[in-house]
C-alpha cells in the first residue's frame, strides 16, 4: 500500500501563505484522484482540493477557489497545496489522500492517508 506523508504545515499570521507538501512512497497511476482535506475537532475531515495524478483536471472547493492551487509532479512523486491569503478559519489539520478512479470530495471514497500537517493561522 503506498505511503504518503505530509508535510509544510506550521503558525502563521493572517494573510500569509503556505505550501504543503505529500510525497508518496511509489507512482500514482494517472488515472488515480490524489486531494487535500482538512479536519478540525469535533468536525468531519472536508475536502479542500483534488486533482489527477496526470496532473489534472483540478476541483476545488468554494473555500480554496481563487486562493489556493494544488499541483502534482510525477517526477517527484509529491503533491503541493500552495496556500495564500490564510485567515484563521483555514486553521486545521490538512491530509493528503488518494483513491482509485474519478475523484471525489468525500473523504470515504478515499484509502489512502497521510498523517496529516497542521496549519495555525492567527489573527
Known amino acids: 500500500q503506498v505511503q504518503l506523508r505530509e508535510s509544510g504545515g506550521g503558525s502563521v499570521q493572517r494573510g500569509s501563505s503556505l505550501k504543503l507538501s505529500c510525497t508518496t512512497s511509489?507512482?500514482?497511476?494517472?488515472?488515480?484522484?490524489m486531494a487535500w482535506f482538512r479536519q478540525v475537532p469535533g468536525k468531519e475531515r472536508e475536502g479542500v482540493a483534488a486533482?489527477?495524478?496526470?496532473?489534472?483536471?483540478?476541483y476545488y472547493t468554494e473555500a480554496a477557489k481563487a486562493r489556493w492551487i494544488i499541483t502534482h509532479s510525477v517526477i517527484k512523486n509529491t503533491l503541493y497545496l500552495q496556500m495564500r491569503e490564510l485567515q484563521p478559519e483555514d486553521t486545521a489539520v490538512y491530509f493528503c489522500?488518494?483513491?482509485?478512479?474519478?475523484?471525489?470530495?468525500?473523504?470515504?471514497?478515499?484509502?489512502?492517508w497521510g498523517q496529516g500537517t497542521q496549519v495555525t493561522v492567527s489573527s
Open positions: 489522500a488518494v483513491k482509485m478512479g474519478a475523484c471525489t470530495s468525500l473523504a470515504r471514497d478515499f484509502h489512502n
Open positions: 511509489e507512482y500514482i497511476s494517472a488515472t488515480n484522484c
Open positions: 486533482i489527477y495524478s496526470s496532473g489534472g483536471p483540478e
